[in-house]
């Protein structure tokens, strides 16, 4: 990733749009919903946990988020700063502007945007596409393998629903069942490879898992992996913003969102690909820019809203104006600051972490979210009650919840959380 342009805490070229002061004293209520928990009295985890984090400065100001709740899943969809956003909004109206002279321009466009974004990654822009999602590059990377029913895919118990089912309907899954308490990477790379046979194909493995927030797919797998003759597809899906080297170890295929740490509009990704395999990825739709082979047509499909992509590389320009290190430091400062906090209630147990990511995991109280459906009454309930966004994940025996930083968020939200969660546990 390209070095830090400066640490400043604007956009560049000047100032911003000011947000709405945000204030996260008191959970969103009403007399037709749940009642708010008293989140009033002290912090239920005393005070031998981490020091708490501190406030970047200016960072809520970049964002337009409702002031009444606390936003603590970053993770899931991010959020767009406001620069990012102005941008956005002008490419939008250009194209309602003159939509002929946008959309024959588009394909030109996107390789300009696609090179900058490139150029953050540190890598070569004719190896990578602009797409939708992770998931849509997982279905375009799986194609570009060939698969048949007999072939064995490696996959882990901890992966992302929908880039589960892509490899699922192309291949035989092999799926590696991942203690969420294993220790560290190693001895995730150890059960991983303990999996491969002969006729493994092909690994699709998460470089940071959804749910839990580990490290799978790192350099080390990734090389006794390709030592065993088997090809690599990485979900990336958090990687972007998030890791200062996210196409490190050289997989196959990697993938990932820019909409979540990278600070991008929604329906921003990248795909990647190594040389071998550029030329059988399929085009998702039949387009002008077919006989330009990949990227171009992979990423153009004709009349579509390309505004977003063109504004995603703001994001990343963004990033690095603010420091990207620093942000990321703040960042996983601020979620072990709130995971210390929800680790000293009775029954929630930490997950390993890991200091290089803004994610954190703990497991719940077996009674809880052993389901989807209970793990999705949980979330809502946590955030009609407690003015909380969060994820809880659903796990046998019992789920977890993961919780995210941002330079957005403050300490302040997280003992809210902790207050809450104390609440709801106990049957309150």
């Not at 239920?44 to 337009?64: M, N, Q, S, Y």
């Not at 560290?184 to 491969?196: H, P, Q, S, T």
Request: aromatic letters at 4%; hydrophobic letters at 45%.
């Amino acid at each position: 990733m390209s070095t830090p342009a400066g640490t400043s805490d604007t956009a560049p070229g000047g100032t911003v749009d000011a947000a709405p002061g945000r204030t996260v004293d008191a959970a969103p209520g009403g007399a037709s919903g749940p009642a708010p928990l008293r989140t009033d009295g002290p912090v239920p985890v005393g005070t031998d946990g981490p020091a708490p984090a501190g406030v970047f400065p200016g960072g809520a100001e970049l964002f337009r988020l409702d002031a009444r709740v606390a936003h603590l899943n970053h993770g899931s969809f991010g959020s767009v700063p406001l620069p990012v956003a102005r941008e956005h909004r002008r490419i939008a109206d250009e194209a309602a502007a003159d939509p002929d002279a946008f959309f024959l321009g588009v394909p030109d466009r996107l390789a300009a945007a696609r090179a900058r974004i490139a150029a953050h990654f540190g890598t070569d822009p004719e190896g990578m596409a602009l797409v939708t999602n992770a998931t849509e590059a997982a279905h375009l990377a799986l194609d570009a393998l060939g698969l048949g029913p007999d072939d064995e895919v490696l996959v882990t118990d901890h992966g992302y629903g929908t880039v589960v089912e892509a490899a699922a309907r192309r291949a035989r899954l092999v799926t590696v069942p991942l203690h969420p308490l294993l220790p560290d990477e190693d001895a995730v790379r150890e059960a991983v490879l303990a999996a491969v046979t002969p006729r493994t194909r092909v690994a699709v493995v998460d470089q940071i898992t959804s749910p839990t927030a580990r490290i799978v797919a790192g350099p080390r797998l990734l090389a006794d992996l390709a030592d065993r003759g088997v090809t690599t597809v990485v979900d990336g899906a958090h990687a972007p913003g998030m890791l200062a080297a996210p196409l490190a170890g050289r997989p196959d295929v990697w993938f990932g969102n820019l909409h979540k740490w990278a600070y991008a509009p929604s329906g921003s990704a990248v795909l990647a690909v190594a040389p071998a395999l550029r030329d059988r990825v399929p085009a998702p739709v039949p387009s002008w820019e077919d006989h330009r082979g990949f990227p171009r047509a992979v990423e153009y499909r004709g009349t579509a809203d390309y505004t977003g992509l063109l504004a995603a590389a703001d994001g990343l320009d963004l990033l690095a104006a603010l420091g990207a290190e620093r942000v990321r430091a703040h960042n996983s400062a601020l979620a072990a600051h709130g995971a210390g906090l929800l680790a000293k209630l009775p029954g929630v147990t930490p997950l390993p972490a890991d200091d290089r990511l803004a994610l954190r995991a703990l497991r719940l109280p077996p009674r809880f979210a052993r389901t989807r459906p209970e793990a999705e009454a949980l979330r809502e309930e946590i955030m009609a009650r407690v003015g909380c966004r969060v994820l809880v994940w659903p796990w046998p025996g019992g789920g977890g919840i993961r919780i995210c930083g941002q330079i957005y968020n403050r300490p302040a939200e997280y003992e809210r959380l902790a207050r809450g969660l104390r609440f709801l546990l106990d049957g309150d």
